[in-house]
C-alpha cells in the first residue's frame, strides 16, 4: 500500500505528459478565439481549456 506523501505524490505524477495528439502553440492559437471564456460569478475556472480540447 503507497501512502501518499509529498515524495510519493512527486514520484507518481501525471502532470505534464502528453499525448502525439496534443495541439502545438500554432494550432491551440488557431482555436481559443472560439473557447468561450468562463462564466462570471461562481466558483473561478481552474480547468486548463487546453487541456480538454
Request: glycine share 10%.
Given at each position: 500500500?503507497?501512502?501518499?506523501?509529498?515524495?510519493?505524490?512527486r514520484?507518481?505524477?501525471?502532470?505534464?505528459?502528453?499525448?502525439?495528439?496534443d495541439?502545438?502553440?500554432?494550432?491551440?492559437?488557431?482555436?481559443?478565439?472560439?473557447?468561450?471564456?468562463?462564466?462570471?460569478?461562481?466558483?473561478?475556472?481552474?480547468?486548463?481549456?487546453?487541456?480538454?480540447?
Open positions: 500500500m503507497v501512502t501518499w506523501t509529498g515524495i510519493a505524490r514520484e507518481h505524477s501525471r502532470e505534464g505528459l502528453r499525448y502525439p495528439s495541439m502545438m502553440d500554432g494550432e491551440w492559437a488557431l482555436i481559443v478565439p472560439f473557447v468561450p471564456p468562463a462564466k462570471r460569478g461562481g466558483r473561478p475556472r481552474t480547468t486548463d481549456m487546453r487541456e480538454v480540447v
